[in-house]
């Protein structure tokens, strides 16, 4: 893989790494005014992956917005990357993608070739998750940015929200974890060899397929593992829940090298933000390097679901017939906050 740009080397921050506070975030939104509209089904009270706004009783649009500083050199995949993380937020919904705008900030010096690439990584991933990228808006900035706006539809009664999961419930994932530990390796030019192309495979790859196959199950809560780490986005779901949900360390999915990054006290800056959000809420007993890894920040991460324990055998048997990635995580108990734990 060239670039004709190294692109991090503009970044403070790359990808999801660089997500606002999450703690932070909960004081700013908390302070704006919550709309008061019958057919807005998902907005700020509580907030979710995407806001959610009925038509009518068959259709919802689904609408979502996401951009970041380049992960990647190769502009290329970095632009199906960011496409990419946006679009599973609609996934995340359970709904389908329509529309995509582009959201776009660019340095004047850099070649224009370079955001042709950008605009064609994201145009690739946009039609492959059957969506259209239609246009966008761009301005100038010392940092690049991209990422998209993006429109989808989902049925009103099939809206999947991170706010209901139930005790009883198991939890599964759909994506390894690792990605900020092995982009922030690869920075310090530390990855292990193969890290970075499997994360860069990892983080291509949409939640679509696992959604599909994820749907007539009817989860009771889902959400992506993005910024926020496994650690953060389980507490979202479980103080929105009102219920505790319980990690088994040993049973976390890692990318190549990521525990091996983890080890060597490779962090980014989102883990410090992670912790301070999540951690006064998380009873941990796990070994430090999977600690790390349930606090790293994830980019284009999967989903973490929840779903009567029940239903588990004949979903994992759904995910393997069709060759797609899941593990069984955890559970839900009556309870509060989030545990970790594993010897």
């Not at 992956?49 to 190769?74: E, G, H």
């Not at 990690?247 to 410090?272: H, K, M, Y």
Request: proline share 6%; glycine share 10%.
């Amino acid at each position: 893989m060239t670039a004709s740009v190294e692109l991090t080397s503009l970044a403070r921050a790359g990808g999801c790494a660089a997500k606002y506070s999450a703690a932070r975030l909960e004081q700013l939104v908390g302070g704006l005014a919550t709309a008061e509209a019958a057919d807005l089904l998902v907005g700020l009270d509580p907030a979710d992956d995407a806001a959610v706004y009925r038509l009518d009783d068959q259709t919802a649009l689904v609408f979502t917005v996401d951009f970041f500083p380049p992960v990647v050199d190769d502009p290329r995949t970095f632009g199906r990357i960011a496409a990419a993380n946006a679009l599973n937020d609609v996934f995340a919904m359970g709904g389908r993608p329509l529309l995509a705008l582009s959201v776009t900030a660019f340095p004047e010096e850099l070649p224009t070739e370079s955001l042709g690439e950008i605009l064609a990584g994201a145009a690739e991933t946009a039609l492959e998750a059957g969506a259209i990228l239609a246009g966008g808006h761009t301005i100038r900035d010392d940092e690049p940015k991209y990422g998209l706006a993006v429109v989808g539809t989902v049925h009103p009664e099939g809206i999947w929200r991170k706010s209901s999961a139930a005790p009883g419930d198991a939890v599964f994932l759909t994506k390894p974890l690792g990605t900020g530990l092995v982009l922030q390796a690869a920075r310090d030019g530390r990855a292990p060899g193969g890290a970075l192309e499997a994360a860069i495979a990892s983080m291509v790859r949409l939640n679509r397929d696992a959604a599909d196959a994820l749907r007539p199950f009817e989860p009771n809560a889902v959400t992506d593992v993005t910024g926020f780490g496994l650690l953060g986005h389980a507490y979202e779901t479980a103080v929105r829940s009102g219920v505790r949900i319980e990690l088994d360390a040993q049973s976390l999915p890692a990318l190549p090298g990521a525990l091996e990054v983890a080890a060597a006290g490779i962090r980014t800056g989102g883990d410090r933000r992670n912790r301070e959000f999540a951690g006064p809420h998380v009873e941990n007993a796990a070994p430090a390097e999977l600690e790390t890894l349930a606090y790293d920040p994830q980019t284009a991460g999967g989903l973490l679901v929840t779903l009567p324990a029940d239903r588990s055998v004949v979903l994992e048997a759904a995910f393997a017939a069709a060759h797609l990635d899941l593990w069984a995580v955890g559970r839900v108990t009556e309870g509060s906050g989030v545990s970790l734990a594993g010897s």
